[in-house]
């Protein structure tokens, strides 16, 4: 269940992989340095908050997770929540938030749970993403351009109203650094991808600053002295209403470090060629989570991006995650000052290209013009993501899929009866096409598909086709993968309705999955397993045995 893949790898490190472990965890770690700040500053908390979290969780998702290459860190994708959180209920909500969605990703792993979270529908998370990204990017507007901060509205549409009304107060210089910083992060990679553009422009435009004296608001301007130390959080203020109003955010964030971190080891798994651990790769995500916040940090996940550098610049082992946590640790405790003097300007277009990344534009446009069920889906999670929030929106968006997903089955699946000729058993792994005859008073009801809730109409459409009660009924199930409750409860109906007309059942080809739903309802023991037939042949051949003596109805 719980299985680190660190255990087993350490031991096969040798020299001359331990290398490029060290070189790929040294520059994830200069990677990761800009976005652990500018992330924090976004979530609203102070700049440490971001270097702290890289640190332990960093630390703990490499050393217990379930994937060799995965980083973990803050993350784009739970800003918003955290945002929120500390709007609402200060630093004390960030750490129990936290911790809270760590123990619900450990339960999760020992569910099993990351099996079937890393399936999440894709429209799903390209809708939330996106959303998350303008959300972040609308937030950022105010710091890249210098705009007046006071009055500033919470939601995205009446931020963007607030920003066109003082559209007259726009800091050029603010902006032309934003832009600047934009610009080399996003152009520097086609240049040389060793040094990350994100770093350089933050260097370059902190240099222009100190250089010509620019009027810039900074870290240090907004948020004083760096703190350069590991904090005990305060557990005592903590009460159980201050629970209960967190746990549907706690979940939220739960869902989102899940689905971020699954989803970038199964991206990390195709350029690795190797395969992690989901459910032990949540409770390590889990254990990160409830550490985190009790030293200082916040909520973090598995990130992609930091992962890909990871792999590019030849990462192999949890080794490369554990270096880039020990480069962040040392500049945080020997060099977190010099961090004051960054503009917020830069930090912002750092995150503006970050909120491009996330947006995954491409993957939106294609969704919109596949089926109408999945573009519904993504649009509704977007615009819900935007403008209600994921509190709403996730949970919506997860049952909108399903309803699509219960539909697509439905439509799958067919119930037909059968009077006069049956398709035979070997029809389809041959090319001729062969049919057996029915005999009189006896009746096929053919069920191809799942027998679940979803065709519980369709089974009484095709018995009202009933004109005249047969002698003998053969239900066809070798179609049938599984049946539900619904299923079992509208077969046991109709066995009871032919047993009251005299009519004798006949199942025919059930599957392994099917006989064992119906032997735990009893259905099994009730038809009687002399009535239970391997194959259509099979059961018309015990058909006409029966129909010899049994006596003719008609309604």
């Not at 096969?12 to 992989?17: D, L």
């Not at 004296?213 to 005592?236: C, E, H, P, V, Y």
């Not at 239970?532 to 003719?552: F, G, M, T, W, Y």
Request: one cysteine or more.
């Amino acid at each position: 269940m719980f299985e680190p893949v660190f255990f087993d790898t350490i031991k096969k490190v040798k020299k001359r992989r331990f290398l490029p472990d060290l070189t790929a965890g040294i520059i994830v770690g200069v990677v990761a340095l800009p976005l652990a700040i500018a992330f924090a500053i976004a979530s609203g908390v102070p700049p440490e908050m971001g270097l702290i979290t890289a640190v332990v969780v960093g630390f703990f998702v490499s050393f217990l997770g379930g994937s060799r290459v995965q980083i973990g860190g803050p993350s784009g994708a739970l800003i918003v929540v955290i945002y929120g959180v500390v709007q609402q209920f200060g630093l004390e909500g960030v750490v129990v938030v936290a911790i809270m969605a760590g123990i619900m990703l450990i339960i999760m792993g020992l569910m099993r749970a990351g099996t079937i979270i890393q399936f999440m529908p894709y429209p799903i998370v390209v809708g939330f993403t996106s959303g998350i990204a303008l959300i972040i990017f609308t937030s950022q507007i105010q710091e890249f351009f210098g705009l007046p901060g006071t009055g500033l509205p919470s939601d995205p549409a009446g931020k963007w109203i607030h920003y066109f009304r003082h559209i007259d107060q726009i800091n050029y210089v603010a902006g032309g650094m934003g832009l600047l910083t934009v610009l080399i992060t996003g152009l520097w990679p086609r240049i040389n991808r060793r040094m990350p553009g994100s770093l350089l422009a933050i260097i370059v435009v902190t240099a222009l600053a100190s250089i010509f004296d620019l009027d810039l608001k900074t870290i240090g301007s907004k948020f004083g002295q760096f703190s350069a130390s590991f904090r005990l959080a305060d557990l005592s203020t903590i009460s159980l209403d201050l629970i209960g109003q967190l746990f549907v955010p706690a979940f939220i964030l739960a869902m989102l470090v899940s689905i971020e971190s699954l989803l970038s080891a199964i991206v990390a798994d195709g350029a690795t060629g190797y395969r992690h651990r989901p459910n032990t790769e949540l409770m390590a995500q889990g254990i990160a989570n409830i550490i985190s916040p009790l030293v200082g940090g916040m909520a973090g996940s598995g990130a992609l991006a930091k992962t890909m550098t990871n792999i590019r610049n030849g990462g192999k082992s949890p080794l490369a995650g554990i270096f880039h946590a020990i480069v962040l640790l040392l500049f945080m405790l020997f060099l977190g000052n010099l961090a004051m003097k960054i503009p917020l300007a830069a930090l912002s277009g750092v995150l503006v290209v970050v909120c491009y990344n996330m947006s995954e534009w491409r993957s939106f446009k294609n969704i919109l013009k596949s089926s109408r069920g999945e573009a519904s889906v993504l649009l509704v999670t977007f615009l819900l993501t935007v403008f209600v929030g994921l509190n709403f929106a996730l949970p919506f968006g997860i049952i909108l899929a399903m309803i699509l997903f219960v539909n697509r089955v439905m439509e799958t699946t067919d119930i037909e009866v059968l009077r006069h000729e049956v398709e035979d058993e070997r029809s389809h792994i041959s090319e001729d096409f062969e049919t057996l005859e029915i005999p009189e008073g006896v009746e096929v009801f053919q069920i191809k598909g799942p027998f679940f809730f979803g065709i519980a109409n369709k089974f009484e459409e095709a018995e009202q086709e009933i004109r005249e009660i047969p002698k003998v009924r053969i239900i066809r199930m070798r179609r049938v993968p599984f049946i539900d409750s619904t299923g079992l409860k509208n077969l046991r109906s109709f066995y009871e309705r032919s047993k009251r007309h005299n009519t004798q059942i006949i199942l025919s080809g059930v599957t392994p999955k099917a006989k064992s739903a119906l032997k735990k309802e009893g259905l099994y023991d009730d038809i009687g397993e002399e009535n239970i037939c391997d194959n259509i042949e099979c059961s018309l051949a015990h058909a006409r045995k029966l129909v010899l003596v049994q006596p003719s109805i008609t309604s």
